[in-house]
């Protein structure tokens, strides 16, 4: 049985409203929300991926990101999203990119 309409919009709004609240040594931002807790919050047992769906869609139009990683959800402000770097089509198609790879390893741990 998929949720009702004006649960998900509740449940992403509270999530938006939760994106700017304080917590976690931040002011505001991304964070990440167990199954269990949106399960309260929703008042549901369990969620199911259309539940996840709709409720992301009713998020993105507030301008925010949910992205499902199984066993706990995580919300983004769309304007990161958005600016993450772009893969075009000569990237792709360039091979293994080792070429760019030994000029430029991976880098490992924090940025200083």
């Known amino acids: 049985m998929e949720?009702?309409?004006e649960i998900c919009r509740a449940a992403a709004q509270?999530?938006?409203?939760?994106?700017?609240?304080?917590?976690?040594g931040k002011d505001r931002g991304r964070f990440r929300i167990?199954?269990?807790?949106?399960?309260?919050m929703t008042g549901r047992r369990r969620l199911y991926e259309d539940d996840i769906k709709a409720i992301g869609r009713e998020?993105?139009?507030?301008?925010?990101?949910?992205?499902?990683?199984?066993?706990?959800?995580?919300?983004?402000?769309?304007?990161?999203?958005?600016?993450?770097r772009r893969l075009n089509a000569e990237h792709l198609h360039a091979g293994s990119g080792?070429?760019?790879a030994k000029k430029n390893p991976p880098r490992r741990?924090?940025?200083q």
């Open 34 to 40: 167990s199954m269990k807790l949106m399960c309260e």
């Open 59 to 84: 998020l993105l139009e507030l301008g925010y990101v949910l992205i499902d990683m199984e066993t706990y959800l995580c919300v983004l402000d769309q304007r990161t999203v958005a600016n993450y």
């Open 98 to 100: 080792t070429a760019t």
């Open 109 to 111: 741990g924090r940025l």
């Open 14 to 24: 509270r999530l938006a409203v939760l994106y700017e609240v304080p917590f976690g």
């Open 3 to 5: 949720l009702d309409l």
